[in-house]
């Protein structure tokens, strides 16, 4: 079976930098993804990754070690616009390919 | 704007009522999903396509629901018989193919709403 754990909830100030966390079982580990969703709004693609190690794009960084089943999105310069949900995904290795979602962890960034 | 659009937006019926939905993915994008989304919980995978083909259904897809991609273009999710439960936000997304670096990009979603 699958299963994925993030925190439900995260506050964090205006400018600092915050680590989301994202733990993972799964049968058949084909990548890792990370979105943002507006309440109300499709998700987003963030990022992206299937080897350990940490990827970065921007103010926004990913980080995996499969041997522990452990991923963290980590976000940097925090603006107010950041405030939304953030949904950690496995990727099946399947023929479908298709994603399975944590529930998100709902981020508020305070002034 | 991810390229992927759905219509309608939102959706409102009365329990039995029979409500369809449309998605078109990003044109070139021959792979596409369905998934279902309910509050505080992240997306959960009905089915998906390979061009025309529906090739995976999850066991969340009752003998209620159908979906077609008949073109192997813009796709259609039916709901028969609608019940309180099915009220949830139905997101689609699309991929180039199957490659293992491929992201898929959801569209807005249809939000239903079953009195």
């Known amino acids: 079976g699958q299963n994925i754990d993030q925190p439900t909830e995260m506050t964090a100030t205006e400018g600092a930098i915050v680590q989301i966390n994202c733990t993972y079982q799964t049968s058949g580990f084909n990548g890792l993804f990370w979105y943002q969703q507006h309440a109300g709004e499709a998700p987003t693609f963030l990022s992206y990754?299937?080897?350990?190690g940490l990827e970065e794009k921007g103010r926004f960084s990913s980080f995996l070690s499969r041997s522990k089943g452990y991923s963290y999105l980590l976000l940097k310069e925090l603006q107010m616009k950041d405030s939304a949900s953030y949904l950690c995904a496995v990727r099946h290795q399947t023929g479908a390919n298709n994603l399975f979602f944590g529930t998100g962890t709902r981020l508020t960034v305070i002034p | 704007d991810t390229g992927v659009s759905q219509d309608p937006r939102h959706k409102i019926t009365k329990r039995g009522q029979n409500v369809t939905f449309r998605c078109d993915p990003i044109s070139e994008h021959n792979r596409l999903y369905w998934y279902r989304q309910t509050l505080g919980q992240g997306p959960e995978f009905l089915t998906y396509f390979q061009n025309e083909a529906q090739l995976e259904k999850s066991r969340l897809l009752s003998d209620r629901f159908s979906a077609e991609r008949p073109k192997g273009s813009f796709s259609t999710l039916e709901i028969q018989r609608t019940e309180q439960g099915d009220s949830a936000m139905y997101l689609c997304a699309s991929s180039p193919s199957g490659a293992s670096t491929d992201t898929q990009y959801f569209g807005p979603g249809t939000r239903l709403t079953v009195l």
């Open positions: 990754n299937v080897l350990d």
